[in-house]
Nanobody
Framework: QVQLVESGGGLVQPGGSLRLSCAASGRVVSINRMGWYRQAPGKQRELVATITSGGSTNYADFVKGRFPISRDNAKNTVYLQMNSLKPEDTAVYYC?????????????????WGQGTQVTISS
């Protein structure tokens, strides 16, 4: 059993910044890949950025260098530094992780989703 807890969402003006955090807890051995997706009303959920425990990153085209992703493996936490925010960035942002966990018998890998955190960019 693994839980993902997100924080850092809120209301910010265009051009501002937010830092999203997502921490995994439970029977975590390691986080193979962790990152963020977002979903605006009436839109499909889309990838924002992901990072592996080894530091390999994957970014959506719309990020355009604005949203560097990082992680602290010791804390089982991923961060998304959101800079130069635009109104079109408004969405619910969901943490996602592929986690290796201790089942009590063997290590297993499973995907987990956070509850989502609202990011609103408005004047």
């Amino acid at each position: 059993q693994v839980q993902l807890v997100e924080s850092g969402g809120g209301l910010v003006q265009p051009g501002g910044s937010l830092r999203l955090s997502c921490a995994a807890s439970g029977r975590v051995v390691s986080i193979n890949r962790m990152g963020w997706y977002r979903q605006a009303p009436g839109k499909q959920r889309e990838l924002v950025a992901t990072i592996t425990s080894g530091g390999s990153t994957n970014y959506a085209d719309f990020v355009k260098g604005r949203f560097p992703i990082s992680r602290d493996n010791a804390k089982n936490t991923v961060y998304l530094q959101m800079n130069s925010l635009k109104p079109e960035d408004t969405a619910v942002y969901y943490c996602n992780a592929a986690v290796t966990y201790d089942s009590g018998a063997v290590y297993r890998v499973a995907d987990y989703w956070g509850q989502g955190t609202q990011v609103t960019i408005s004047s």
